[in-house]
């Protein structure tokens, strides 16, 4: 199984200042045949499902505010929030969709010092 | 974003057998677009997917959960199930139900989710 880590484990992050959370895969999640990175990030709140920010490591989902954004490549990602706001307390997970079975980091808890 | 609904008996008691249904909103389900899945989250845990179908009835499961889980569709109803067997304490948690994207033979991201439903295996 693909296992992915994320650094750190929680983060505290003044407002307006940035957040910088990373997911390391134990394999390379870029598919060749399409150069494209499998791997999502999802923001998880108290009591709600997992939302979907991030899909192909970089490409922001509908909606999601522009404040957010996802780099890295074969096995080392970043999700930054470059100014934080209050409604970003959450829980944040890295997913990789490029073999079955589908895992997910054990999470990132950003929280507001 | 699609709103999908999980439903069944919130608490099981041990080695007996956790079933859950989700209801899909709309005409989606048959659509090769799509592919459809269950995850957990046990108390104060990680995400760990469980396993997913497409609309034709093929089937991928984790392999730690393979020997006790299987998934199925009814179109008709705009619904997909779960049966988990044998349960234990540790199959105690949130169960969410997703809608990923496919495309061609790749199964890709999960992008609308239900509000998940907690089952508590307990005697």
């Known amino acids: 199984d693909i296992v992915l880590t994320h650094s750190p484990d929680s983060l505290a992050v003044s407002l307006g200042e940035r957040a910088t959370l990373n997911c390391k895969s134990s394999?390379?999640?870029?598919?060749?045949?399409?150069?494209?990175?499998?791997l999502a990030w999802y923001q998880q709140k108290p009591g709600q499902p997992p939302k979907l920010l991030i899909y192909w490591a970089s490409t922001r989902a509908s909606g999601v505010p522009d404040r957010f954004s996802g780099s890295g490549s074969v096995t080392d990602f970043t999700l930054t929030i470059s100014s934080l706001q209050a409604e970003d307390v959450a829980v944040y997970y890295c997913h990789q969709y490029y073999t079955s079975p589908w895992t997910f980091g054990q999470g990132t808890k950003v929280e507001i010092k | 974003q699609l709103q999908l609904q999980e439903s069944g008996p919130g608490l099981v008691k041990p080695a007996e057998t956790l079933s859950l249904t989700c209801t899909v909103p709309?005409?989606?389900?048959?659509?090769?677009?799509?592919?459809w899945g269950w995850i957990r989250q046990a108390p104060g845990k990680g995400l760990e997917w469980i396993g997913s179908?497409?609309?034709?009835?093929?089937?991928y499961y984790s392999p730690s959960l393979k020997s006790r889980v299987t998934i199925s569709i009814d179109t008709s109803k705009n619904q997909f199930s779960l049966k988990l067997r044998s349960v234990t304490a540790a199959d105690t948690a949130v169960y969410f139900c997703?809608?990923?994207?496919?495309?061609?033979?790749?199964?890709?991201?999960?992008?609308?989710w239900g509000q998940g439903t907690l089952v508590t295996v307990s005697s």
């Open positions: 179908i497409y609309y034709s009835g093929s089937a």
């Open positions: 709309g005409g989606s389900m048959t659509s090769s677009s799509y592919y």
């Open positions: 394999q390379s999640l870029l598919y060749s045949a399409t150069k494209k990175n499998h």
């Open positions: 997703a809608r990923g994207l496919r495309q061609g033979y790749q199964l890709l991201w999960l992008r609308d």
